[in-house]
C-alpha cells in the first residue's frame, strides 16, 4: 500500500466521523513506519476530524504505526485501543486528548456502520 493509499484510506473512515462531543482543539501527527512510509496529520477541530499529509509541528501527540495496523483498524478488524494495547500503534503525548478521542469519536465505516473510536 502506497502512502497516498494510506491517507485516502484513512480520510474516508474518519473524515465524516462523529466528533460533536469533543469542544476542544486536538492534534495528532501519524507517523507511518515501513511500507507506505510517511506522515499526516489528524485534527479534530469545529467538532470535525480532518485527515491531511503534512506534519504538526503544534500537536498533542504523535502515534507510531504501520500502514497495515491503520488498515486493521479502518477495516474493523481491531480497535485503535487494541492496536496500542498490543503494541501495533504508538503514542506519545497528551493522554487525555488521546482519551476524549478513543471515547467520544464514533468512526463512520465504508459499509455504513458506526463505531467508537475506542
Do not use: W
Not at 474518519?14 to 469533543?22: G, H, K, L, T, V
Not at 480532518?50 to 486493521?72: C, H, N, Q, S
Request: hydrophobic share 35%; proline share 1%.
Amino acid at each position: 500500500m502506497t502512502y497516498e493509499q494510506i491517507v485516502e484510506m484513512v480520510r474516508k473512515v474518519f473524515e465524516y466521523a462523529d466528533a460533536r462531543n469533543i469542544y476542544e482543539h486536538i492534534a495528532f501527527q501519524v507517523n507511518v513506519v515501513g511500507e507506505g512510509e510517511g506522515i499526516f496529520y489528524f485534527e479534530v477541530a469545529d467538532r470535525q476530524c480532518v485527515i491531511e499529509p503534512y506534519d504538526y509541528y503544534d500537536r498533542d501527540g504523535l502515534f507510531i504505526t504501520t500502514g497495515k495496523a491503520l488498515k486493521d483498524v479502518c477495516e474493523r478488524k481491531c480497535t485503535m485501543r487494541s492496536s496500542l494495547s498490543s503494541g501495533k500503534m504508538r503514542f506519545e503525548g497528551d493522554v487525555r486528548k488521546l482519551e476524549l478521542c478513543l471515547e467520544n469519536i464514533k468512526l463512520s465505516y465504508l459499509d455504513g456502520k458506526d463505531k467508537k473510536a475506542d
